[in-house]
């Protein structure tokens, strides 16, 4: 083996570890809310529960149904509460490979996508979930009994939580732009027309067909673009942060 292949195949070994150790802790996450699985399932469905008629209850179609769904989302939410672990096993991965300055940078923005991401599926679940919900529980056709499969809803909640967490995510992918030299904040400012209409394909596109929960994304997505914009103005181009590095090295 040459002394080449060496240091490829350690970081292979490497990020095999990281895998591993990231598969553990969502296992290990699960083990501890297995036991809560139809709890949890109730916590996810209350915001429909909470405005079905009287008369009407969520169902089973499925034979196993009543089973696998609660574990899917459990399965689902162990991945969700070790995000943190996931991003600091990326983060031991990659950052030996950074300068200090980067170090400085990429920290914080991993500390803060998992902070937006865990808000996008607050506001999914605490302003969407109702608004969304009420509307179309109270539309429904005379003589129409609302009774909403568990494994369809699952499904559809699933969709939303991802949407929103990802959509949340836009100021960090802004500041990374910026950073990177891709495009500069006087540049995306004179685009915002463009990005006005793109949240609203992104909403349209991300969301189930329905205008509540298209324009419930599409709006906090342009909220949050006009965030990531002020906020990269306060990072340089990676070029320049290179070109002061070096500068500050050169002996006077």
Not at 68 to 75: G, N, V
Not at 170 to 188: F, R
Request: net charge negative; glycine share 4%; hydrophobic share 55%.
């Amino acid at each position: 083996m040459t002394s080449e292949q060496q240091p490829f195949i350690s970081h292979l070994i490497e990020l095999r570890n990281r895998l591993l150790r990231i598969v553990a802790a969502v296992i290990i996450v699960f083990c501890c809310l297995v036991y809560f699985a139809n709890d949890i399932y109730f916590w996810v469905s209350k915001p429909l529960l909470d405005v079905l008629p009287d008369s009407s209850s969520m169902i089973a179609t499925g034979v196993a149904a009543p089973f696998l769904t609660p574990f899917k989302l459990t399965m689902v939410l162990s991945f969700f509460v070790a995000i943190p672990v996931v991003l600091h096993q990326i983060w031991s991965f990659i950052a030996p490979g950074l300068y200090k300055h980067e170090k400085r940078l990429i920290l914080p923005l991993l500390f803060s996508s998992s902070l937006l991401f865990y808000a996008g599926i607050a506001f999914a679940y605490f302003v969407v979930f109702p608004l969304a919900f009420g509307f179309f529980t109270q539309i429904a056709p005379e003589g129409v009994t609302i009774a909403t499969d568990i494994s369809s809803y699952l499904d559809f909640v699933l969709k939303i939580f991802f949407a929103f967490g990802l959509a949340f995510e836009i100021p960090v992918a802004i500041i990374l732009m910026v950073w990177a030299g891709v495009t500069t904040a006087k540049k995306l400012t004179e685009k915002r027309p463009y990005v006005v209409v793109g949240v609203f394909v992104l909403g349209m596109l991300l969301t189930p067909p329905d205008i509540i929960s298209q324009t419930l994304l599409a709006l906090p997505m342009w909220f949050l673009f006009e965030v990531g914009v002020l906020c990269s103005r306060f990072y340089q181009p990676k070029d320049t942060e290179d070109d002061d590095l070096e500068n500050e090295q050169e002996p006077s």
